[in-house]
């Protein structure tokens, strides 16, 4: 049997912490909940005090929030799953940096997928994760992305991806460099992280740096040419907005 995952719970609602740890200790057995904190200043007690496996960290909490815990905290040795009520701009930050987060009310199977990617992920590059979310929490454009892979993280540059390509439940990033790589995360969830003023989706199963365009070729939706020499297919549908996009 699996040692336990030792977990504490972070959010000044009252109710907030209750109703997580009724639904932790009802859907997730393997998780034990050590403490629960109503404030930042207990949070950073409770860490202190015994090796913790995993922080469920309310983003939203007056005087100080979630992200003032993070930067205090001396010990990062833990995996940190957010918990919020909006789809706010540290949402982009979240993904930007492969950190989990949950919406409030928590849907119990996304609480028990988070809970998964725990146990099977490793907390050597938490600290760098962490560190890089923090760095990265205000900036209106993020330069760097961290791409989660199935042996662990990839850190890239956002400009050095030339075009994102669908495979059902993951997908292909191609690198400037040539490289390929298949990352744990749908074509739609590109969509919604990567900057819309240099990303373009041009079909159902691409998405393409636009700096990266050597020639568009005229026909139903038409085709791209990209300067790594893949030819990918506009769609119909696509078409006119990719067109006025570049006023052709």
Same mark, same amino acid.
């Given at each position: 049997?699996?040692?336990?995952?030792?977990?504490?719970?972070?959010?000044?609602?009252?109710?907030?912490?209750?109703?997580?740890?009724?639904?932790?200790?009802?859907?997730?057995?393997?998780?034990?909940?050590?403490?629960?904190?109503?404030?930042?200043?207990?949070?950073?007690?409770?860490?202190?005090?015994?090796?913790?496996?995993?922080?469920?960290?309310?983003?939203?909490?007056?005087?100080?929030?979630?992200?003032?815990?993070?930067?205090?905290? $001396?010990?990062?040795?833990?995996?940190?799953?957010?918990?919020?009520?909006?789809?706010?701009?540290?949402?982009?930050?979240?993904?930007?940096?492969?950190?989990?987060?949950?919406?409030?009310?928590?849907?119990?199977?996304?609480?028990?997928?988070?809970?998964?990617?725990?146990?099977?992920?490793?907390?050597?590059?938490?600290?760098?994760?962490?560190?890089?979310?923090?760095?990265?929490?205000?900036?209106?454009?993020?330069?760097? +992305?961290?791409?989660?892979?199935?042996?662990?993280?990839?850190?890239? +540059?956002?400009?050095?991806?030339?075009?994102?390509? $669908?495979?059902?439940?993951?997908?292909?990033?191609?690198?400037?460099?040539?490289?390929?790589?298949?990352? $744990?995360?749908?074509?739609?969830?590109?969509? $919604?992280?990567?900057?819309?003023?240099?990303?373009?989706?041009?079909?159902?199963?691409?998405?393409?740096?636009?700096?990266?365009?050597?020639?568009?070729?005229?026909?139903?939706?038409?085709?791209?040419?990209?300067?790594?020499?893949?030819?990918?297919?506009?769609?119909?549908?696509?078409?006119?907005?990719?067109?006025?996009?570049?006023?052709?």
């Amino acid at each position: 049997m699996n040692k336990p995952l030792k977990a504490i719970i972070v959010d000044d609602e009252e109710d907030g912490r209750i109703v997580l740890k009724t639904t932790l200790a009802f859907y997730c057995t393997n998780v034990k909940v050590v403490a629960l904190c109503a404030s930042v200043d207990e949070a950073l007690q409770a860490t202190e005090k015994e090796d913790i496996d995993v922080v469920f960290l309310d983003v939203n909490m007056p005087v100080q929030n979630g992200f003032s815990f993070l930067e205090k905290c $001396s010990k990062k040795n833990f995996e940190v799953i957010f918990v919020t009520a909006h789809e706010n701009y540290a949402i982009k930050a979240l993904r930007y940096a492969a950190l989990d987060y949950l919406l409030k009310p928590i849907d119990p199977e996304e609480l028990m997928s988070a809970v998964e990617r725990v146990e099977l992920s490793s907390k050597d590059q938490m600290v760098n994760k962490i560190d890089h979310f923090i760095e990265n929490i205000n900036k209106e454009e993020i330069e760097q +992305i961290i791409l989660p892979l199935r042996d662990g993280y990839l850190f890239v +540059i956002v400009n050095d991806i030339v075009r994102c390509q $669908s495979d059902v439940n993951y997908t292909y990033v191609f690198m400037k460099n040539g490289e390929k790589h298949l990352v $744990s995360k749908t074509l739609k969830d590109f969509e $919604s992280l990567l900057p819309r003023k240099k990303f373009f989706r041009i079909h159902k199963s691409h998405i393409i740096n636009v700096s990266y365009i050597k020639k568009y070729t005229k026909g139903d939706g038409g085709t791209v040419t990209l300067l790594d020499g893949a030819e990918l297919d506009v769609s119909r549908r696509n078409k006119e907005e990719f067109l006025q996009a570049f006023q052709l």
